[in-house]
């Protein structure tokens, strides 16, 4: 990092406890216009629990579609914690500082909001005890635990904890500052999620070594979750599904849309709540770069799996392909996908210049993950709509329906509100990483010459 100012510790703690201990006239108007999309999501699905999924754009063939894809695509904004937090900690990547928390926290909203997705996709949620323990004992009804159904739910809410403790272990020291700050009511709910912590020697070593734990404990189970969700379509037998390029695709398209998810989000925290102190254009830089070579891979994988698919000239996925590529109106989403989600972005992240260049660099993120949305919508909705010969031949056009869409919009507000509610509880830069920071960029002498305290960690 070059653009690495001087900070007192005084300045860190207003700075990073102001939104905390204050708040502005805005917040109020941004929770409630987001409270009032999620209550329109809410009320959506308690249409859904009377009427049932006779509202959405199903057809006879047509059985995932909208709420699979905000499942898909909520699971993979999710890996954003891990990418930047896990491994960038583990690496040391000084850049990570201000930005692991909010990834993090992004993380645990997200896993959650896609947990909730499987869940209305069944029109019955409270009948998922049936999947979930034996039943009908008379008839021998049990769950298939060879389904990667059956796995999903292991794999998410193992990530799910993990990524919660993720958080709350960084953020104890950072409840101990604001402990110390506050008064009323705000200092014994901070004395109680503090759990205690002074800053002993001890309690710093254990806190570091939880954190180098789990980062090294969380990166298998990052790996698994989106190659589960992968095998929910790569175990049917469903042509345009069953392909064995689909986890590494499906991680890497994850990582894609998470980071580029926390690049909207920097950009929105340092705008929000003027974190320009802390949020510098070399963290843009930093991450444009990693994005380059993210998307890349994306673009490689993407390719790979439509020349697995054409390669076997197999009728059933040529048709699948054939379907995706030149029939509207999938035709004009397939080439969009490759211009928003990497013509475009990739093109001006090659250039310095833009990618310190916030603006730019936030409105490209967005249009990644618009891209990501569309692509995980292509992946799942073309196959279902070809059927094979001898049982039907049906070729329909999935038409999404509105209350589709509101709860799609739901979701994003969901997160959002999430995000809000977190940053006026939590600090959502960690302060003590700032602070470590700063120690770190100190120089030390080491021979003849003079170098950060980094270099010489």
């Known amino acids: ?47 859904m629990l009377n009427f049932g999924l006779t509202l959405l754009g199903y057809t006879q063939v047509q059985l995932w579609g909208v709420l699979i894809t905000n499942f898909v695509f909520w699971v ?10 896990a491994i960038l900690r583990l690496t040391q990547a000084e850049w990570r500082r201000p930005v692991t928390r909010a990834a993090e926290v992004l993380t645990v909203f997200a ?7 499987p869940l209305i996709h069944t029109g019955r949620p409270w009948r998922v005890i049936y999947w979930v323990f034996p039943y009908d004992y008379s008839r021998g009804i049990f769950p298939d635990v060879r389904s990667a159904l059956v796995w999903d739910p292991s794999a998410i ?55 180098i734990l789990l980062s090294a404990l969380i990166l298998p189970v990052f790996v698994s979750v989106h190659s589960i969700v992968s ?57 444009g770069r990693l ?33 995706r590529i030149f029939t509207p109106p999938y035709t004009v989403v397939f080439p969009f996908i490759l211009i928003i989600g990497y013509v475009i972005p990739v093109g001006l992240w090659l250039f310095r210049g833009f990618r310190r260049n916030i603006a730019a660099m936030f409105w490209s993120s967005i249009l990644v993950n618009i891209a990501l949305w569309m692509e995980r919508w292509l992946v ?31 979701s994003f507000a969901l997160v959002c509100l999430g995000l809000l509610l977190f940053s006026k509880i ?19 002498q080491i021979g003849r010459v003079r170098v950060p305290a980094v270099i010489r960690e």
Do not use: C
Request: charged share 15%; hydrophobic share 55%; no cysteine.
């Open 1 to 47: 990092m070059q653009e690495r100012g001087d900070l007192p510790s005084p300045k860190i703690n207003d700075d990073l406890l102001r939104f905390a201990f204050h708040t502005p006239l805005w917040f109020w108007f941004a929770a409630a216009g987001l409270g009032s999309v999620f209550a329109a999501a809410l009320i959506s699905f308690g249409l």
């Open 76 to 85: 993979g904004i999710s890996h954003a914690g891990v990418m930047i937090s």
């Open 111 to 117: 896993l959650a909001t896609a947990a909730t997705f």
């Open 157 to 211: 809410f193992t990530y799910l904890t993990g990524s919660t403790l993720f958080v709350f272990i960084a953020l104890i020291p950072d409840l101990a500052i604001a402990r110390d700050r506050a008064t009323g009511w705000r200092y014994y709910f901070y004395r109680a999620a503090a759990l205690g912590f002074h800053g002993t020697k001890r309690q710093w070593h254990l806190q570091t070594i939880a954190g």
């Open 231 to 287: 095998w929910d379509f790569a175990m049917a037998i469903i042509p345009g599904w069953h392909s064995t390029i689909f986890p590494p695709y499906f991680v890497i398209g994850a990582v894609h849309s998470g980071v580029s998810a926390v690049l909207t989000l920097m950009a929105a925290l340092r705008w929000l709540f003027h974190l320009e102190d802390y949020i510098k254009p070399d963290h843009f830089d930093a991450l």
């Open 291 to 323: 994005l380059v070579v993210v998307a890349t891979t994306w673009l490689y994988f993407f390719f790979l799996d439509m020349y697995f698919g054409v390669f076997a000239r197999e009728p059933q996925e040529l048709a699948v392909w054939q379907l």
């Open 380 to 410: 799942i909705v073309p196959p279902l709509s070809h059927k094979q010969e001898f049982s039907f031949m049906w070729l329909t056009v999935y038409q999404t329906q509105l209350i589709e869409w509101v709860l799609v919009a739901g």
């Open 426 to 444: 939590f600090p959502i830069i960690p302060l003590f990483d700032i602070k470590e920071g700063q120690i770190l960029k100190q120089e030390l």
